[in-house]
């Protein structure tokens, strides 16, 4: 079938909606100023006129009529004619269709013109009319009258009629009456026969009344007398075979000034003509495409494609037919596609809008209104075509541009001037919400003004609903915004964003027709959103990021991660023995761009390298978790979309309704969980300090960027935690033989303590980091296994009671007697350990400074754990526990590890749970303040390990 083209490169308007010199009072007709030749070009000329006349059913009827009546052919009905319809229904441009056949019947027969004319006549045009007049609301005041050219002073609807058919011959037969204001009772119709064939139009005859009202004549009024004549010249009329008389009245008396004596005037004039006339309405509603297009347009179609608005008609109905449960059940049949073809090039859907919808305002002018706001709308995207990027087969709802100043008066005047505010904020322009949207979606949506139309579209329709219910639905919406050739789901993805973004949007659910949208007045919960998130544009919510990361950090870990963590570490943070991840506030950001990493890498290496006001020993065991400029910019916006929120809840719950109120618990929800899954995307930077060489000199801040993040900040961790020890291998779980030959650890004559070893493991940044220092030990029972190493167990070196190699052992970090040896072959080839030199006695302290490896006659002892078994033993030789109490010298500490806690870890225990009671005084004549660094250290040590330390003033 080919592309189709933009209406602009197909259909021509006139030339003046082309050249933008529009003047808006070319559709307000006014009988009156055509007499005195005051009235726009488009209505002084017979030819202009009815070239940009659309002759339809009612304007032909009237015409023809009145043609063959003024030929003496007509019926009585033919020749007492009123126009009844409602504001704007063509009534006045048919009486001045009607003025210029009377008056240039010769020119228009001659003209290409009237060839309209001359089909709807059969050729017949009206001879010689003798006389034409027009009587409008303007043309004689009821309080003052008017004065002629030549003198005359006339007061009365008589008095004008008579002089405008005859001069002042005629007047002269009804002067008496004019001047008294009294009803001329059966003189008119000499008159009539006298100027006869004659046309008399009378327009806005119900306004004069209302001013006549006021005007007394004896114990009547001129209003009265006015409507008595209307009977005097429907009689006189009715018996003179070629006079013509065609009055206009309204659709009701309430257009009709808001007086009673108005409505009564009305209601008087509608039952004199209805009693011998023949009513017709100058535009059918089904009529106004071709009204339209007739008046706005010079041609429609290429001459050498004139059936180009069929063409576009099938492709879009087509369209609409594949869509068939997404639209309007009408639409999708093919009696739509006519519709389309006579609107070409608009929509239906637009032209019905106006003139169903805003036609209901009673001071709407239907058809000269929506020829205003049509031609205003043409003319704009006439006037940007060239750097237009919207797709526009047809002109459609999505395209209107309210701010033109045209359409912007039009919805002051009749909807009030509160739908500015709503335009600007929700609608039109770069800067409403609808305009942000498609710049943040770019491509089509910018382009294309996806959400920009939509809500063109939703304003559209937003008043004169039927049965009062405003609004588009969603099927609407549909054939007000799609077009040929772009993607069809535009419309839905757009809709959901501008009921969450738009101020004044308003929904409501329409059973199965879906929702209802349209715009009010009265903010929305939107517009409450977002006063608040105004108010709070400027925090940057520190504190209750910190809050939600401690929270969240303190929820149970996942199963294989040692580490602790603790969030927004101090300067002075205390030692910290095992692993542990320390989460950086958000003020320390991490810039993907590079501006504020060194910030970021200094406080890293400060906090690795001092303890409060002295040096750090345990430095290998602190890793950093810092957020990235962009993911904690999006971490601020969920707060602040949550704070606004519960700003509203605390503030406005009372005055939200019920549907409000569900929806405000909804979207609080939703954000308070965005707040909490946006702080994994926030936080994908991990950091350790590095030394670039053995020994710790030269210290390196190591980075590791996150690809991914989890939903949960505690799955997050656990997802961090896989990628450090398995992708990265900063921490290991064992240490394998190759990292303890490089380390150092596998002897070839020295002799190590194992406790130290473990201990440079946890303090030196020049070794791998570890889980826990359990990967160290196991590494060197593995080691050991291997015969790579052996393990001596002694008070020294010199005084080893036990050493293993080429055997399983179960090692204790914490152990003080435990010695990593040269590897060497077991005299007894494996299996237990070979006995060294040992020793037994008591230590300092009064606790005994080793086991016995090899036992009495009762017991058998395991080396690798130490746990005693009965041998042929009494029940009442069983041990079930023990508990050990009492006071240890400060240093004698360490033995108690050694002694005890080591030793009954390597049993086979239920239960181990150790105490501990700090009794601190100081000395006479010594103070201490609460502000004092190693106090202070001390309170977060405790906090950090759950125990209490409770200060005696």
């Given at each position: 079938?080919?592309?189709?083209?933009?209406?602009?490169?197909?259909?021509?308007?006139?030339?003046?909606?082309?050249?933008?010199?529009?003047?808006?009072?070319?559709?307000?007709?006014?009988?009156?100023?055509?007499?005195?030749?005051?009235?726009?070009?488009?209505?002084?000329?017979?030819?202009?006129?009815?070239?940009?006349?659309?002759?339809?059913?009612?304007?032909?009827?009237?015409?023809?009529?009145?043609?063959?009546?003024?030929?003496?052919?007509?019926?009585?009905?033919?020749?007492?004619?009123?126009?009844?319809?409602?504001?704007g229904g063509g009534k006045t441009h048919t009486l001045v269709a009607l003025w210029?056949?009377?008056?240039?019947?010769?020119?228009?027969?001659?003209?290409?013109?009237?060839?309209?004319?001359?089909?709807?006549?059969?050729?017949?045009?009206?001879?010689?009319?003798?006389?034409?007049?027009?009587?409008?609301?303007?043309?004689?005041?009821?309080?003052?009258?008017?004065?002629?050219?030549?003198?005359?002073?006339?007061?009365?609807?008589?008095?004008?009629?008579?002089?405008?058919?005859?001069?002042?011959?005629?007047?002269?037969?009804?002067?008496?009456?004019?001047?008294?204001?009294r009803v001329p009772q059966g003189i008119f119709v000499e008159v009539l026969w006298a100027a006869s064939p004659c046309l008399i139009l009378l327009d806005e005859l119900a306004d004069y009344c209302v001013g006549a009202a006021a005007v007394p004549v004896g114990d009547t009024s001129l209003a009265d007398q006015t409507i008595s004549f209307i009977q005097q010249l429907t009689e006189a009329v009715q018996q003179v075979p070629d006079a013509v008389v065609v009055a206009t009245l309204p659709a009701s008396k309430y257009e009709v000034a808001q007086s009673e004596k108005g409505q009564e005037a009305f209601v008087t004039l509608e039952k004199r003509f209805q009693r011998l006339g023949a009513d017709v309405k100058p535009v059918a509603d089904e009529e106004i495409y071709e009204v339209v297009r007739a008046r706005l347009f010079e041609s429609i179609a290429p001459e050498n494609e004139p059936d180009y608005p069929k063409k576009v008609a099938q492709v879009y109905q087509g369209m609409y037919a594949v869509h068939s449960g997404e639209v309007p059940s009408e639409a999708a049949k093919n009696t739509y596609r006519e519709y389309i073809e006579r609107a070409y090039p608009f929509h239906p859907l637009l032209i019905d809008a106006l003139y169903t919808r805003w036609g209901s305002h009673p001071d709407f002018q239907r058809t000269r209104g929506v020829l205003r706001l049509l031609a205003n709308i043409v003319g704009d995207l006439w006037k940007h075509r060239q750097g237009n990027t919207q797709t526009q087969h047809l002109i459609q709802p999505c395209h209107i541009r309210w701010s033109v100043d045209a359409l912007q008066a039009a919805l002051t005047r009749f909807w009030g001037p509160a739908y500015q505010s709503v335009a600007a904020a929700d609608v039109t322009g770069e800067r409403s919400n609808a305009g942000i949207f498609d710049e943040e979606r770019s491509g089509d949506y910018r382009s294309e003004a996806i959400a920009q139309g939509l809500a063109s579209a939703i304003l559209l329709g937003s008043f004169g609903g039927q049965g009062g219910r405003s609004g588009f639905g969603a099927k609407d919406l549909k054939l007000a915004c799609s077009r040929y050739g772009l993607n069809w789901n535009y419309t839905d993805g757009a809709l959901l964003e501008l009921e969450n973004r738009c101020f004044y949007l308003h929904t409501i659910a329409a059973g199965s027709l879906g929702k209802r949208y349209w715009f009010g007045t009265k903010p929305t919960l939107n517009k409450l959103v977002v006063q608040y998130r105004q108010q709070i544009a400027k925090e940057n919510f520190e504190e209750e990021i910190l809050e939600d990361l401690r929270a969240e950090s303190q929820k149970s870990a996942l199963a294989g991660a040692t580490w602790r963590v603790i969030v927004n570490p101090a300067e002075d943070l205390p030692e910290q023995k095992s692993l542990t991840l320390l989460v950086l506030p958000p003020s320390l950001a991490w810039d993907e761009n590079g501006g504020a990493r060194e910030t970021v890498r200094e406080r890293v290496k400060s906090i690795s390298a001092r303890c409060g006001g002295k040096e750090r020993i345990y430095r290998n065991t602190l890793l950093f978790l810092a957020g990235t400029t962009r993911g904690l910019t999006k971490?601020?916006?969920?707060?602040?979309?949550?704070?606004?929120?519960?700003?509203?809840?605390?503030?406005?719950?009372?005055?939200?309704?019920?549907?409000?109120?569900?929806?405000?618990?909804?979207?609080?929800?939703?954000?308070?969980?965005?707040?909490?899954?946006?702080?994994?995307?926030?936080?994908?930077?991990?950091?350790?300090?590095?030394?670039?060489?053995?020994?710790?000199?030269?210290?390196?801040?190591?980075?590791?960027?996150?690809?991914?993040?989890?939903?949960?900040?505690?799955?997050?961790?656990?997802?961090?935690?896989?990628?450090?020890?398995?992708?990265?291998?900063?921490?290991?779980?064992?240490?394998?033989?190759?990292?303890?030959?490089?380390?150092?650890?596998?002897?070839k004559q020295d002799t190590l303590r194992l406790k130290d070893a473990v201990e440079a493991f946890l303090r030196f940044?020049?070794?791998?980091?570890?889980?826990?220092?359990?990967?160290?030990?196991?590494?060197?029972?593995?080691?050991?296994?291997?015969?790579?190493?052996?393990?001596?167990?002694?008070?020294?070196?010199?005084?080893?009671?036990?050493?293993?190699?080429?055997?399983?052992?179960?090692?204790?970090?914490?152990?003080?007697?435990?010695?990593?040896?040269?590897?060497?072959?077991?005299?007894?080839?494996?299996?237990?350990?070979?006995?060294?030199?040992?020793?037994?006695?008591?230590?300092?302290?009064?606790?005994?400074?080793?086991?016995?490896?090899?036992?009495?006659?009762?017991?058998?002892?395991?080396?690798?754990?130490?746990?005693?078994?009965?041998?042929?033993?009494?029940?009442?030789d069983i041990v079930r526990g023990f508990v050990v109490r009492g006071a240890v010298p400060v240093e004698n500490w360490g033995e108690l590890f050694r002694c005890f806690v080591g030793p009954a870890a390597r049993m086979n225990l239920k239960k181990l749970q150790l105490g501990v009671q700090f009794e601190m005084k100081l000395s006479e004549g010594t103070t201490m303040s609460k502000n004092d660094p190693a106090l202070k250290a001390m309170k977060e040590a405790a906090q950090q390990l759950g125990l209490t330390l409770e200060i005696e003033e």
């Open positions: 079938m080919g592309e189709l083209k933009p209406w602009y490169a197909v259909a021509i308007p006139h030339e003046d909606i082309r050249e933008g010199r529009l003047a808006e009072a070319v559709f307000a007709a006014n009988l009156w100023a055509v007499v005195q030749g005051t009235a726009p070009e488009v209505y002084l000329d017979p030819e202009e006129f009815f070239r940009k006349t659309y002759l339809t059913t009612g304007l032909s009827t009237v015409l023809s009529r009145v043609a063959g009546a003024l030929r003496g052919d007509g019926e009585t009905g033919d020749r007492i004619i009123s126009l009844q319809t409602a504001f210029h056949l009377a008056k240039y019947a010769d020119r228009l027969k001659a003209s290409p013109q009237g060839e309209g004319l001359r089909q709807i006549t059969g050729g017949r045009f009206p001879e010689k009319v003798k006389g034409v007049a027009v009587f409008t609301n303007q043309t004689c005041d009821a309080t003052q009258g008017r004065r002629t050219p030549d003198g005359v002073h006339l007061k009365t609807l008589w008095g004008e009629l008579a002089f405008q058919l005859g001069g002042k011959t005629l007047y002269e037969r009804v002067r008496a009456n004019d001047e008294s204001q971490l601020r916006q969920a707060h602040r979309e949550r704070a606004a929120l519960e700003g509203v809840r605390a503030d406005y719950w009372e005055q939200l309704d019920e549907e409000q109120r569900e929806d405000l618990k909804k979207r609080l929800e939703a954000a308070r969980r965005a707040a909490l899954e946006t702080l994994g995307p926030a936080y994908t930077v991990a950091l350790r300090v590095r030394a670039e060489a053995a020994g710790g000199q030269g210290q390196e801040v190591d980075v590791c960027t996150l690809s991914d993040a989890r939903r949960s900040f505690q799955e997050h961790l656990g997802y961090l935690w896989t990628v450090l020890v398995e992708d990265e291998e900063w921490i290991l779980r064992r240490i394998g033989s190759v990292t303890l030959d490089n380390t150092g650890l596998i002897p940044t020049d070794k791998p980091m570890v889980a826990a220092k359990e990967a160290v030990t196991a590494g060197l029972a593995q080691a050991c296994l291997d015969g790579l190493v052996g393990i001596g167990r002694g008070g020294s070196p010199s005084a080893l009671q036990v050493r293993y190699c080429r055997q399983a052992v179960s090692l204790d970090p914490s152990e003080d007697g435990l010695w990593i040896i040269p590897a060497f072959i077991p005299e007894s080839g494996g299996g237990a350990g070979d006995s060294g030199t040992a020793t037994t006695g008591v230590g300092a302290g009064g606790l005994p400074s080793t086991f016995q490896e090899t036992g009495g006659p009762t017991t058998d002892t395991t080396p690798e754990t130490g746990v005693v078994t009965p041998k042929e033993a009494g029940a009442e």
